[in-house]
């Protein structure tokens, strides 16, 4: 009876000492300096684990894949790109990969962009090429009009890079607000608030000159705007210089609003919402112009006989800033 009892004692000590083995390489905590990890879609646990070990965030594939199998969690991993750093154990890390708590990204979109300046952000910042941006817009938007459609805002993404995913949340997020005013065109609002954004960054600013573009299409009156002019400029050519000329008024393109009495035929940028809720809500003022003020905002008339005395205050503002030279 001695030897099998000490037998029995000899392996009891050795599974307890796996016991603790084990623990402590399930428990203990070690100390992780910004590992990254991308785990694409339809990996393996094993080679999960393999990677996680190569990477020092964890001591034993091994180990974790027996944890991962024997906790059903070695199907449960989510792709995406990790992010490990700090006082982590294997358990910590398999926790992670499972609820899928990936590494996240934001990206903001300035308010006034055309549709390809968006594009060229988003090749930019994601490392897609800008023709995969291209394509994948065209496919979402069935080829109709692109311009115009992308709400600027700021977006959140994770890697792997899903170009359908991001554009559909930039057309939703539009289409939201659009649900929320509840236009009567909505292609026409488009074109309006996309005007309203090129003409003014001001808020306070964005109904009234909601309001005059409404009030000269109501009295059958030219808009005369000059980003509209610039946009049908950068369609015909494809650049536009930075300087608007007295023949660019005059020279005709669909999107000129001095030499055509109505709306573009598209929006000539992607408005930001403000502008969007301004399209269709205008301020109720009898305003028909504007004119830089010099201070960053607009000076705004109904008649045209205001409109030549503020325009006469901003040349002076201008000549004055330049130091009495006669302004372009």
């Known amino acids: 009876m001695n030897k099998w009892l000490k037998i029995l004692l000899g392996l009891s000590v050795l599974l307890l000492c796996a016991m603790l083995f084990v623990w402590q390489q399930v428990y203990n905590k070690h100390n992780i300096t910004e590992v990254s990890l991308v785990v694409s879609q339809g990996t393996s646990s094993y080679a999960v684990a393999d990677a996680l070990q190569k990477k020092n965030v964890i001591d034993s594939a091994w180990l974790f894949r027996v944890i991962a199998r024997l906790s059903g969690a070695a ?39 055309r549709t390809q300046e968006i594009l060229q952000i988003l090749a930019k910042h994601t490392g897609h090429k800008l023709t995969v941006w291209q394509s994948t817009l065209k496919m979402l938007l069935n080829d109709k009009e692109e311009e115009g459609r992308l709400l600027p805002e700021t977006y959140t993404y994770s890697r792997p890079i899903q170009p359908k995913v991001i554009l559909t949340s930039m057309i939703k997020a539009q289409q939201s607000i659009l649900n929320q005013i509840k236009p009567e065109s909505v292609e026409k609002t488009r074109v309006i608030a996309s005007i309203i954004e090129k003409e003014t960054a001001l808020d306070k600013e964005r109904p009234l000159v909601s309001a005059a573009i409404h009030n000269r299409l109501r009295l059958g009156m030219p808009l005369q705007m000059d980003p509209t002019v610039i946009y049908g400029i950068w369609k015909r050519d494809g650049v536009f210089s930075g300087n608007i000329r007295r023949k660019d008024l005059k ?78």
């Open 75 to 113: 199907t449960q991993i989510k792709a995406g790109e990790y992010a490990f750093s700090g006082e982590m154990n294997v358990l910590d890390v398999l926790a992670k990969l499972v609820a899928g708590d990936v590494q996240l990204y934001h990206i903001t979109i300035p308010e006034g962009l």
């Open 251 to 328: 020279t005709d393109t669909p999107w000129n609003t001095y030499t055509r009495r109505s709306l573009p035929p598209t929006p000539i940028c992607n408005p930001g919402a403000a502008s969007l809720r301004a399209a269709v809500n205008p301020a109720d003022v009898s305003y028909l112009y504007f004119v830089a003020d010099g201070s960053g905002g607009h000076a705004f008339a109904s008649t045209l006989a205001e409109h030549q005395a503020n325009v006469r205050k901003w040349v002076k503002l201008e000549r004055a800033a330049h130091g009495g030279k006669k302004t372009k």
